[in-house]
């Protein structure tokens, strides 16, 4: 593991956030509503997008083909204050962790997952980056980091959508580092992350509005062109959310944390399902899928002899066989002050059959990054800890 750490602890210049709006937050045609409002051509917009989005620079001086006028109107308009890299941990089997400082002085995590082999051993060109959509999360899950911190607040749109922009600079950095490449782009003009999932630090569907927008801009072919299809949102069950997502016209990937496939199990891991028991639960997925044609993936963390039992294994064959989705089985990652363990390989095997015997398609992933605090808000947390230990 590598790890590089660029923590500040004075923190101080971060404490006067600006209150200007990031021309990250904006579709295009508010980009183009405000420019031609200005008396500009409406050809300038997709210029100063492509500045934003193709070339990824993070400042208007660097925008060398709009007239200084333009520039210096959108710096009296506007901010562009990019996400600092606290910390970056480079996992043994290729997985990197990043730890962003906002602007106001908290951190959230992204985790960039690389390109694997296939079944049919070729290297697979999938870039995967997993996003945070809030600091902290009011959810408490009782196995997640981000649940023990709490939460502090959502993120703002362009907080979501530079996290990506800010890996394709990483890589872009790394690249020019280690040969000749052009100025602005990675060779042949792609960008690296070409699949997200929205299963970092939050849960996405709290803050819909930001979370929704956010994914317009990355989806946009002006914006970060990247497929709805190639979009997992995950959320931990927000029904009547869940419901919204599936009129919006994106077809959005929908993954469901479920982690307990019975009321009681589910209630005593996530207290979510309080509120949104599993019935409820199944029947805003049933919505999803109809209004998509798409199928849902389950998580299923397995915590030893919390949800591991043959009943849970029994329950969980119902509900994926009547949602007709695939079953991901994931060995938990124990975090923080928790006694729960990890499964044996062996009831792992044991849980997985069960439910493959029974006709469900199922995988255990295996975490990547294993040697860095690659589950969801872990290297949060022990940032905030050391931080609190040092005060
Ligand atoms: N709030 C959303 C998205 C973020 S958490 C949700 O709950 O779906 C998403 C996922 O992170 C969890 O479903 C689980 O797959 C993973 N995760 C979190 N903590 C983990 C842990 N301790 N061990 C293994 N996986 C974990
Ligand atoms: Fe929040 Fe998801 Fe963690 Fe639950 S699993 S506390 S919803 S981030």
């Not at 009782?142 to 023990?148: D, E, L, M, N």
């Not at 792992?348 to 990547?368: I, P």
Request: with cysteine.
């Amino acid at each position: 593991m590598i790890v590089q750490d660029k923590t500040d602890s004075t923190a101080s210049k971060y404490s006067a956030a600006s209150e200007l709006r990031d021309l990250r937050s904006l579709t295009y045609e508010e980009v183009s509503g405000i420019l031609t409002g200005w008396g500009h051509k409406n050809y300038r917009t997709k210029q100063l997008l492509d500045w934003i989005y193709k070339k990824r620079v993070c400042s208007f001086d660097e925008m060398t083909d709009l007239s200084q006028e333009l520039r210096a109107q959108l710096l009296d308009a506007f901010r562009m204050q990019s996400l600092e890299c606290a910390q970056e941990q480079i996992s043994q089997d290729g997985t990197v962790k990043f730890l962003w400082r906002l602007a106001d002085g908290e951190f959230i995590e992204s985790v960039l997952i690389p390109a694997s082999i296939g079944q049919d051993g070729k290297r697979s060109n999938r870039h995967t980056l997993c996003v945070s959509t809030q600091v902290g999360c009011a959810y408490g899950c009782k196995f997640c980091a981000s649940g023990i911190m709490g939460y502090r607040r959502n993120l703002e749109i362009f907080e979501i959508v530079d996290q990506v922009l800010s890996v394709e600079r990483w890589k872009h950095a790394q690249l020019l580092e280690s040969s000749e490449h052009s100025e602005h782009t990675l060779p042949n003009g792609q960008a690296l992350v070409n699949n997200l999932v929205i299963m970092g630090m939050g849960e996405p569907l709290a803050n819909y509005l930001n979370l929704t927008k956010a994914l317009q801009i990355l989806n946009a072919p002006w914006g970060l062109n990247i497929g709805a299809r190639k979009i997992t949102v995950s959320t931990s069950g927000l029904v009547p959310e869940i419901r919204r997502l599936a009129e919006e016209p994106q077809q959005y990937h929908l993954a469901i944390s479920l982690h307990g496939a019975t009321d009681d199990v589910r209630s005593q891991i996530m207290p979510v399902n309080r509120k949104y028991p599993l019935a409820q639960l199944i029947d805003a997925c049933e919505a999803y899928q109809k209004a998509k044609g798409r199928m849902i993936w389950i998580e299923y963390i397995l915590i030893d002899q919390v949800n591991t039992g043959l009943e849970q294994a029994h329950a969980l064959v119902g509900l994926a066989k009547r949602l007709q989705c695939k079953v991901n089985l994931i060995p938990y990652n124990p975090v923080g002050e928790l006694e729960w363990k990890r499964p044996s390989d062996r009831t792992v095997a044991q849980f997985r059959d069960s439910l493959h015997r029974n006709g469900v398609r199922v995988t255990v992933r295996m975490e990547k990054g294993q040697d860095i605090d690659a589950a969801c808000g872990q290297l949060r947390l022990k940032t905030e800890q050391k931080n609190k230990l040092a005060i």
